[in-house]
Structures are given as structure tokens and as C-alpha cells.
């Protein structure tokens, strides 16, 4: 089974930075893509940014400029770098990952969340 892990979060002052990590873990052989969404009280779950295996990424218009996906090497961890963080920007944070291929096929995954507060 694919576990993802969610590491970073907690409370920040606006204008402040946070950085995100989330690990996948199992019988995994490739991931297509992985991203951040997050939800706030109330709200929808949103789209923050994507990273593909191939490097492409995918921001909402939210977070353009502030935020930056990234991906390591083996393509199992993805990082959210989260800089001039605005009150607004206060949510859970979930990773996914899109189209895993493992030992028992393929499928998508979700972690825990992590929760990130901004406020002074």
C-alpha cells in the first residue's frame, strides 16, 4: 500500500515562510504526478501547484509567484516552498499523487494533511 507523509506545517507570521515535504513510501514504481491542495474552513478543496515526473508544473492563481513545487531526484518526494504567506493562505494542506504505479496496479493517494496558520 503507497502512504503518503506530510511534513511542515504549523503557525506562521504574515509575510513569513513555510516549507512543505510529503513522502510516499510503499512498493512504488513510478509516480506520474504529485501537488499540494488545500482547504480552508468552509471552503472547497483548492488546487495549490502540481509537479509531472517530468518536471512540469501547475500553480492556482492564488499562490503564482509565492510558491514553488518541487520534486527530488527518486520522484517520491515532493516539497512546497511557501514564502510571503498572507492570512488567507491558512488551511490544510494535502498532498496527492496521481497515477501510481505499484506492485498491485495503479491508483491515486492521498495523505493526512497538514495544517498551516498564518496570522500574526
Known amino acids: 500500500q503507497v502512504q503518503l507523509v506530510e511534513s511542515g506545517g504549523g503557525l506562521v507570521q504574515p509575510g513569513g515562510s513555510l516549507r512543505l515535504s510529503c513522502a510516499a513510501s510503499?512498493?512504488?514504481?513510478?509516480?506520474?504526478?504529485m501537488g499540494w491542495y488545500r482547504q480552508a474552513p468552509g471552503k472547497e478543496r483548492e488546487l495549490v501547484a502540481t509537479?509531472?515526473?517530468?518536471?512540469?508544473?501547475n500553480y492556482g492563481d492564488s499562490v503564482k509567484g509565492r510558491f514553488t513545487i518541487s520534486r527530488d531526484n527518486a520522484k517520491t518526494t515532493v516539497y512546497l516552498q511557501m514564502n510571503s504567506l498572507k492570512p488567507e493562505d491558512t488551511a490544510v494542506y494535502y498532498c496527492?499523487?496521481?497515477?501510481?504505479?505499484?506492485?498491485?496496479?495503479?491508483?491515486?493517494?492521498w495523505g493526512q494533511g497538514t495544517p498551516v496558520t498564518v496570522s500574526s
Open positions: 496527492n499523487a496521481l497515477r501510481v504505479l505499484t506492485t498491485v496496479g495503479i491508483g491515486d493517494y
Open positions: 510503499g512498493s512504488i514504481f513510478t509516480i506520474n504526478v
Open positions: 509537479i509531472s515526473s517530468g518536471g512540469s508544473t
